[in-house]
């Protein structure tokens, strides 16, 4: 996919399932999934791809988050991430610099393996504060803290709004974690927003009122999702969530006076 003069392909790894009662939900709605059909399995199961983004921008080969890596526990599996990526043309000595909209397991898979950084010559970026969340603090998760470690001698943090490529904007957007963020990829007249966990599924850029099990800080991260979604309604600009159908991009549009988010 083209954003101007941006090229922005997914990368796909794997996916994970879950009981989507459980992690996604609207209170004070009996059946919130109905409204959405085709959205849930049988079973009520919600598929979350896992992966992240190639941006070619420039001279720069970047990668948005990288998916959950070899992980195969029944409910996540990834593992096709570099093999992805070389169906892309790219290996991983080309990846000039490796962005993060926030540090869950899902999303730095393949920053390291077996404690060694993926891709060496590449610049790691996240925002100070899920680095100090998930590593620095005495209180991080040591699995986090093995996982993410070696990346110290290639890391670069930020906090605050920031250009890191040409194209390519950081944008804070704390509440799913401290430090989470949107990328926003523009070219000419046009855009692209990767929102990360900012949103888990499609549905929630239907409806105000949807709450995630998994967002760190309910409130904030709420806002932030109600706030993105006006942003991008009814706009020429591209959305996309980190685990998404086929991590692929869409508009959020309103009919009818009810949005709902087409894939292009």
Aim: charged share 20%; aromatic share 6%; hydrophobic share 40%.
């Amino acid at each position: 996919m083209r954003i101007g003069r941006i090229d922005i392909q997914p990368v796909i790894d794997g996916a994970g399932h879950e009981l989507a009662a459980e992690v996604l939900r609207r209170p004070g709605v009996d059946d919130p999934w109905s409204c959405h059909p085709g959205t849930l399995d049988a079973g009520g199961i919600l598929r979350l791809d896992l992966g992240g983004f190639l941006i070619r921008t420039g001279d720069r080969t970047v990668l948005a988050d990288t998916g959950a890596g070899t992980i195969d526990n029944g409910k996540y599996a990834g593992g096709r991430f570099l093999d992805s990526l070389r169906g892309h043309g790219v290996a991983p000595e080309d990846v000039t610099d490796v962005v993060f909209t926030h540090l869950h397991f899902d999303h730095v898979g393949w920053a390291t393996q077996q404690g060694q950084v993926v891709f060496g010559n590449a610049t790691y970026r996240v925002h100070a504060d899920d680095w100090a969340h998930f590593v620095a603090s005495p209180d991080a998760q040591p699995g986090a803290v093995r996982k993410l470690s070696p990346l110290a001698g290639h890391l670069q943090t930020f906090d605050r709004e920031v250009t890191l490529a040409p194209g390519l904007t950081a944008r804070p957007a704390a509440g799913h974690t401290p430090g989470s963020t949107v990328f926003v990829v523009s070219s000419g007249a046009e855009r692209a927003l990767l929102l990360g966990d900012v949103v888990h599924s499609v549905v929630e850029l239907a409806e105000r009122d949807w709450e995630a099990v998994f967002d760190l800080d309910p409130v904030a991260a709420g806002a932030v999702r109600k706030a993105l979604a006006d942003e991008v309604a009814d706009s020429a600009d591209l959305v996309v969530g980190g685990h998404f159908p086929g991590l692929r991009f869409g508009r959020v549009i309103t009919a009818s006076g009810h949005r709902t988010f087409r894939a292009i």
